[in-house]
């Protein structure tokens, strides 16, 4: 008759795995120690874009659009998210318009500071910009297709002009045009109302209806000079 030997099988398997563990140990052991480092690691996600500087913002925002239109919608988009309408950080001194600092740790901007943001941005895509100063309010241009665009991220403001496609730019805004979409209603010349109201002295330069009250503040994108202060 045979016998089922299985436990002594089974110490002898036992026996053998605890010799491997411990010469594996011994020779882990035995190693020189080796130091593992990891540089300029990055985690970025799909939900937002990769802040991590400027060349990544733009890849991250605007690379799966092929046309200007696109890309600066996609940004407008990004911009609007990344932001309130609150008082602008300040460092150093000066309002912060770097846009990777800004929208990394803080993302408080007025009108002028995310302007200067989307000036800095567009200029890094080799866009030619503007930065308007006027009523009271300042907002950037960026041209592309032989035209300048006006997006205002600090009031979420954009226009277009008839063909309710193409985004106008200052110098639209401040014509009076009765677009048939409108039925033809105006209430131009912006940003005066349809009755004027600026006052006396006011005048339009390039597009932008200013005082001259004040001289010597310089309305950048306007004429030197000038004192943006006309009502809206």
């Known amino acids: 008759m045979r016998k089922l030997v299985t436990v002594p099988r089974m110490l002898n398997s036992r026996r053998a795995f605890a010799v491997a563990i411990s010469t594996s140990l011994l020779a882990a052991a035995a190693a020189p120690f080796t130091r593992g480092d990891v540089y300029n690691l990055k985690v970025v996600t799909d939900a937002n874009p990769d802040y991590s500087d400027l060349d990544s913002l733009v890849h991250s925002a605007t690379s799966n659009w092929e046309t200007d239109k696109d890309k600066m919608w996609a940004m407008f988009y990004w911009n609007h998210i990344a932001r309130r309408q609150t008082e602008p950080m300040s460092l150093h001194g000066k309002a912060e318009t770097d846009p990777i600092r800004q929208f990394n740790d803080y993302g408080y901007t007025m009108c002028s500071t995310i302007s200067g943001i989307n000036c800095m941005i567009w200029q890094h895509m080799d866009y030619p910009v503007k930065y308007w100063d006027i009523a009271v309010h300042t907002v950037p241009e960026v041209k592309y297709g032989d035209k300048w665009h ?6 979420s403001n954009i226009y277009t002009l008839c063909d309710g496609k193409t985004i106008a ?4 805004i401040g014509k009076t045009l009765g677009c048939a979409a409108s039925e033809g209603a105006v209430a131009g010349p912006w940003p005066c109302g349809a009755g004027g109201g600026c006052g006396a002295g006011a005048r339009e330069v390039e597009g932008a ?8 503040v310089d309305c ?3 004429e030197a000079g000038a004192d943006c202060t006309a009502s809206r």
């Open 220 to 222: 950048i994108g306007t």
């Open 150 to 155: 006006m997006y205002d991220n600090s009031l």
């Open 209 to 216: 209806v200013v005082t001259g009250a004040e001289a010597g």
């Open 169 to 172: 730019g200052v110098e639209d």
